[in-house]
C-alpha cells in the first residue's frame, strides 16, 4: 500500500515526536532549546491541518490516512502532555503543566482505545470519523501545549477549557462507541 503526500505529511508529526521531546530536555541546560521545541511543535501542528486539506483538495482519503492521522494526534498530544507533565520542575517556563490535565487527556485517551479494541474484539464494524468535539478537543490540546510553551498568562484558562472539551469528546464518543456495539450504524470516532 503506497502513501499518499498527506499521509506522508502525517507521518512527518510522528517523526517530529522525539525531536521535540529531546529538545524539550535539553532545554534544561539551553535556553534556545526551548525555542527549537516550540518551532517544532508548530510544525507538528501545522502538518496536522495541512495533512486533512491535502486529503480534501487531491481527494486523497485513504485507510491507512484513517488510522496514521488520529494516531499521529494521539502520540502528539500524549507525549507532549506526559513529557511537559515530567520535565515541569527543570524547565525555564513560567507555568508548568498540571497533573489533571494530563490525567484527564490519557485517561480519555485509554478509554477510547480500550473500547475501540472491545468493538473490534465483538467483531463490530468501526468507521473512525472525527467529531467536532473531537475537533476541539484537539485544538484544545494542541492550544495548551503552546501557550505553556511560549508562556502565554491565559494557560491556566486554556488548560481548564482543554479539560472541558477532552471530557465532552471522551463522552461523545463513548456514547456513540456503545450505539455502534448496538447495531447502530452513526460511526464511531477518536
Request: proline fraction near 4%; hydrophobic fraction near 55%; glycine fraction near 4%.
Amino acid at each position: 500500500m503506497a502513501l499518499t503526500f498527506a499521509d506522508k505529511v502525517s507521518s512527518i508529526r510522528i517523526i517530529l515526536l522525539p525531536v521535540f521531546i529531546s529538545l524539550l530536555m535539553y532545554s534544561r541546560a539551553h535556553i534556545w532549546a526551548v525555542n527549537a521545541a516550540i518551532v517544532v511543535f508548530v510544525l507538528a501542528v501545522l502538518s496536522d491541518f495541512f495533512d486533512g486539506l491535502i486529503a480534501r483538495i487531491k481527494k486523497e482519503k485513504s485507510d491507512l490516512g484513517q488510522i496514521i492521522d488520529p494516531l499521529a494526534d494521539k502520540l502528539l498530544m500524549l507525549s507532549s502532555f506526559i513529557a511537559l507533565y515530567m520535565l515541569r520542575g527543570s524547565l525555564p517556563l513560567k507555568y508548568q503543566m498540571p497533573l489533571e490535565i494530563v490525567l484527564v487527556v490519557v485517561s480519555r485517551d485509554v478509554i477510547l482505545s480500550l473500547g475501540l479494541l472491545v468493538l473490534h474484539l465483538l467483531n463490530k464494524k468501526i468507521s473512525i470519523e472525527p467529531s467536532i468535539w473531537g475537533k476541539l478537543t484537539t485544538f484544545s490540546q494542541m492550544f495548551t501545549v503552546f501557550c505553556l510553551l511560549i508562556n502565554l498568562i491565559i494557560f491556566p484558562f486554556i488548560w481548564k477549557l482543554a479539560a472541558i472539551f477532552t471530557i465532552i469528546s471522551g463522552v461523545d464518543y463513548f456514547l456513540r462507541g456503545i450505539k455502534s456495539s448496538n447495531g447502530n450504524s452513526k460511526p464511531a470516532g477518536i
